[in-house]
């Protein structure tokens, strides 16, 4: 795997990202996706803003974003966003996999577990007072 610890990946081929971006409000989202510039690194990558915002609608609606192979061949990853007091997004984690691998119950063994980490460090996230 390529991934490392806190290194950058793009926003519409990784989990983290699509994570990330779906949390942002609409004109937000909308100015950061006018501005990528979608390369492909596999043939599952997404490859037009159209498919990013058909993409984003589902990880808003499930909680949880996929990279089902679209930033590295055989690499299947789970991300979620992490929240602060107004939801904005200030961070986001994920688990990668290699495909080979992948558990058969992906929601006990993954999904949940991510989601409900990231919930609980919002929650804490939103007692914290970050005005000046």
Do not use: W
């Not at 990330?20 to 990528?36: C, F, N, S, T």
């Not at 061949?73 to 107004?86: E, L, S, V, Y």
């Amino acid at each position: 795997m390529n991934s490392r610890l806190g290194s950058r990946v793009t926003l519409y081929s990784s989990s983290v990202g699509k994570a990330y971006l779906a949390q942002l409000p609409v004109p937000k989202r909308d100015a950061l996706i006018q501005g990528l510039d979608f390369k492909v690194f596999t043939d599952a990558t997404l490859r037009t803003p159209q498919a990013l915002h058909a993409e984003l609608e589902q990880v808003r609606r499930q909680g949880y974003a996929e990279d089902r192979e679209e930033n590295e061949k055989d690499i299947f990853c789970f991300g979620c966003a992490i929240t602060d007091k107004q939801e904005a997004p200030v961070a986001c984690v994920s688990l990668s996999i290699p495909a080979f691998r992948m558990s058969a119950d992906r929601t006990a063994s993954y999904i949940r577990p991510l989601v409900e980490t990231c919930a609980a460090i919002s929650r804490k996230l939103a007692l914290l007072d970050f005005s000046g």
